[in-house]
């Protein structure tokens, strides 16, 4: 299995541009968490999902930001208007949702400029 | 709400020594716990997962304990080695939803 898998690694932007990032499950997860890790706040949840069904986006800081999993495998971040403050690594993780512990994707390092 | 703290947050040894990091949660009705490891630069790495009902794991010189009446769980590092050097995250399971994860500790191993 290649693991979780995220797309694209790096992204540099400018502000008020649309930013989708992307990943893909493990095969057999059906559990997907969307994080965003910088130095001063650590690794915050964003959004997850469950059976591809949404089940905590109180994370998520503001309405320029929106996920989507439209399949089992599959899940995509979206922020529209980017703005520098949204600068992170934003990572993705799958797991079981009985408990298997969680397995990250590499991170996208987001750059808004 | 779960809060999860890691003491110490930084540390610095020697090769060869064994190591202890801590880490605390205030909600003992967790499902499991994690550690992971990040590299600066790097994504997560996967660890050691203890579930609720376990006491230990082990993995080659890793051994994790869990005493969830306390809330506390330690990461020991037999032997360290240069290439251990990174930064430690617990991350305490909630039943059913999401992990939560301390602030890390942030270790440095000297040849």
């Known amino acids: 299995d290649a693991g979780v898998i995220q797309s694209p690694r790096h992204e540099v932007t400018e502000m008020g541009q649309e930013v989708t990032l992307r990943c893909k499950l493990i095969?057999?997860?059906?559990?997907l968490f969307w994080y965003r890790q910088t130095m001063m706040r650590g690794l915050e949840l964003l959004i997850y999902?469950?059976?591809?069904?949404?089940?905590?986006d109180s994370g998520m800081p503001e309405d320029r930001f929106s996920a989507k999993m439209p399949n089992a495998s599959f899940s995509t971040l979206k922020i529209q208007p980017s703005e520098p403050r949204d600068s992170a690594v934003y990572f993705c993780?799958?797991?079981?949702?009985?408990?298997?512990?969680?397995?990250f994707g590499s991170g996208t390092r987001l750059t808004v400029v | 709400k779960q809060e999860v703290t890691q003491i110490p947050a930084a540390l610095s040894v020697p090769e060869g020594e064994n190591l202890v990091l801590n880490c605390s949660f205030t909600?003992?009705?967790?499902?499991?716990l994690q550690w992971f490891r990040q590299d600066p630069g790097k994504g997560l790495t996967s660890l050691l997962l203890?579930?609720?009902?376990?006491r230990e794991q082990t993995s080659g010189r890793l051994n994790a304990s869990l005493d969830k009446s306390s809330g506390r769980s330690t990461l020991y590092i037999a032997a360290s080695q240069p290439g251990d050097s990174a930064t430690y995250l617990c991350?305490?399971?909630?039943?059913?939803?999401?992990?939560?994860f301390g602030p890390g500790t942030r270790l440095s191993v000297l040849p």
């Open positions: 203890i579930q609720s009902s376990q």
């Open positions: 993780a799958s797991s079981l949702w009985e408990g298997g512990g969680y397995t």
């Open positions: 909600d003992s009705a967790i499902y499991n």
């Open positions: 999902f469950n059976n591809n069904v949404p089940i905590d």
């Open positions: 095969s057999g997860h059906n559990s």
């Open positions: 991350a305490v399971g909630l039943s059913g939803q999401n992990f939560v």
